[in-house]
T-cell receptor, first 112, second 116 residues
């Protein structure tokens, strides 16, 4: 099993640019989660999906953030326009029926 | 109120000794799950152990055990025979509700340093 796949692993962009982070969950998992981790705030849940449907997006910081899951094997997190305070590591995780989450390797985003 | 509280920002333990990392949780839902994750300096999040709210026995996985005290709402992680490779951040997490609801909450973490 390939595990959760995230791309890109590193992203450096300039303020104002659009950023798209991608995630492929583990095959067969029915829940997908997007997290953001910073030193100041720790690990924050941004949004999660059940069976491709967004269930709770209360953690999405602003309208600049949006997430989609068009099918069971793919999700995107988009930031438009990006700001320096969005710099963080963004994790995607998937799980089956509420058991343990398996995390991807993360995307380290730097917004200059 | 915080759903998951980890009161130890950092801890030291001597190699080969046992260490307990504290975690308390807050929920009124009778169905929930408790998890521990390890995050080494390389950054990946590694699942360690799971305890369901209806499980009668404490969960164990190798050198990891979860000291589940339901009445006190605590789910402490015990690592026996610490190894240098155990140095990492440890996060306690809770899934609130039954399995088809997946609201997860993470604590702020405990940084464990194992001394040789």
């Amino acid at each position: 099993d390939a595990g959760v796949i995230q791309s890109p692993r590193h992203e450096v962009t300039e303020m104002g640019q659009e950023v798209t982070l991608r995630c492929k969950p583990i095959s067969g998992h029915n829940s997908l989660f997007w997290y953001r981790q910073t030193m100041m705030r720790g690990l924050e849940l941004l949004i999660y999906f059940n069976n491709n449907v967004p269930i709770d997006d209360s953690g999405m910081p602003e309208d600049r953030f949006s997430a989609k899951m068009p099918n069971a094997s793919f999700s995107t997190l988009k930031i438009q326009p990006s700001e320096p305070r969005d710099s963080a590591v963004y994790f995607c995780a998937s799980s089956l029926e509420g058991y343990e989450q398996f995390f991807g390797p993360g995307t380290r985003l730097t917004v200059l | 109120a915080q759903k998951i509280t980890q009161t130890q920002p950092g801890m030291f333990v001597q190699e080969k000794e046992a260490v307990t990392l504290d975690c308390t949780y807050d929920t009124s839902d009778p169905s929930y799950g408790l998890f521990w994750y390890k995050q080494p300096s390389s950054g990946e999040m590694i699942f360690l152990i799971y305890q369901g709210s209806y499980d009668q026995q404490n969960a164990t996985e190798g050198r990891y055990s979860l000291n589940f005290q339901k009445a006190r709402k605590s789910a402490n992680l015990v690592i026996s025979a610490s190894q240098l490779g155990d140095s990492a951040m440890y996060f306690c997490a809770m899934r609130e509700g039954p399995h088809n609801f997946n609201k997860f909450y993470f604590g702020s973490g405990t940084k464990l340093n194992v001394k040789p």
